[in-house]
């Protein structure tokens, strides 16, 4: 009878887990449609900053944005690390934490061996994995995307940005998992500063606009660049809160499959127990019958 309660202990137990993975999956649903909704809101907007800006490349030429586009011998590097503040979202947290420490070894290989790199981590996730390793975390933003808001977003990126113009840092790239559909996301690594000129060139070549600008060409383009970082910073963190939400989903909704099958094993492993016990009673009570009749 012990392996017959263990059986039985075990079936409790897989069914309480089933019941809050189905509840966090339902959850996990509930957000990533909320998420979803922003990100693609969100998309057509900093597409059309950058449309904008791709046009208005010839015209940075004296402009205080001209600064976003220097491009200098990379000695220093800032590295920001996307991640959740929570777990059991699949590998949605180790892709970031790998292509971290891959664009860290193989592109900048110098630097990292010479300790001229510096790490901001958004998401605890990734702060629990560079806080116990030899990595000059120099700033966590934990707790981000209990609320994700714009201005929490735009004051991490005007850090960075004024970062990048003190000379700071040579380089900054973002690295984070790009929303796809709920059950795909793609870890990517962003060039953030300098802003890449040839992407501008590109985007101005394909279209023709002419813009009338007020009060100045020179105002408007500057301010222009640095909303456009700012708002492209902030996509990368929508993109990674949906993509969040949807591992999050798809990784609820496999262990409540694996549970139900683990049911079912359970299931025939305790028929077969409470069998083979029913059998062994009924054995004993037919050799107790034929001992005393004989």
């Not at 944005?65 to 920001?80: E, N």
């Not at 735009?154 to 973002?174: P, R």
Request: glycine share 6%; proline share 2%; charged share 25%.
């Amino acid at each position: 009878m012990g392996s017959l309660k263990e059986v039985r202990n075990r079936l409790v137990s897989v069914k309480s887990t089933q019941q809050i993975t189905k509840a966090m999956k339902v959850v996990s649903a509930a957000k990533l449609r909320k998420a979803q909704g922003r990100i693609v809101q969100m998309r057509p907007y900093a597409q059309k900053l950058q449309a904008i800006l791709g046009q208005l490349a010839d015209s940075l030429e004296g402009s205080e944005g001209k600064k976003f586009y220097a491009v200098r011998p990379v000695k220093k590097v800032l590295i920001v690390a996307i991640t959740s503040d929570r777990g059991l979202a699949g590998a949605f947290n180790s892709y970031i934490v790998k292509e971290a420490i891959r664009q860290m070894k193989e592109t900048y290989g110098p630097q990292l061996k010479t300790k001229n790199i510096d790490i901001i981590t958004v998401g605890k996730k990734a702060y629990d994995y560079f806080s116990k390793r030899d990595f000059n975390l120099i700033k966590e933003h934990n707790s981000i995307f209990a609320d994700l808001t714009y201005d929490a977003a735009d004051k991490i990126a005007g850090n960075i940005m004024q970062a990048f113009l003190d000379e700071k840092y040579d380089a900054v790239d973002l690295v984070y998992n790009q929303f796809k559909n709920a059950a795909v996301f793609i870890p990517t690594v962003e060039h953030f500063l300098p802003i890449p000129v040839a992407a501008l060139k590109e985007g101005a070549k394909k279209t023709t606009t002419d813009y009338i600008f007020e009060p100045s060409q020179e105002a408007i383009v500057g301010r222009l660049i640095s909303q456009s970082l700012r708002v492209n910073f902030f996509r990368t963190l929508l993109e990674s809160n949906a993509a969040e939400h949807g591992a999050r989903m798809t990784a609820m909704d496999k262990a409540t499959e694996n549970a139900e099958d683990l049911l079912r094993a359970l299931k025939l492993q305790y028929n077969k127990e409470r069998q083979a016990t029913i059998t062994k009673e009924i054995l004993e009570i037919v050799g107790g019958a034929q001992a005393l009749n004989g």
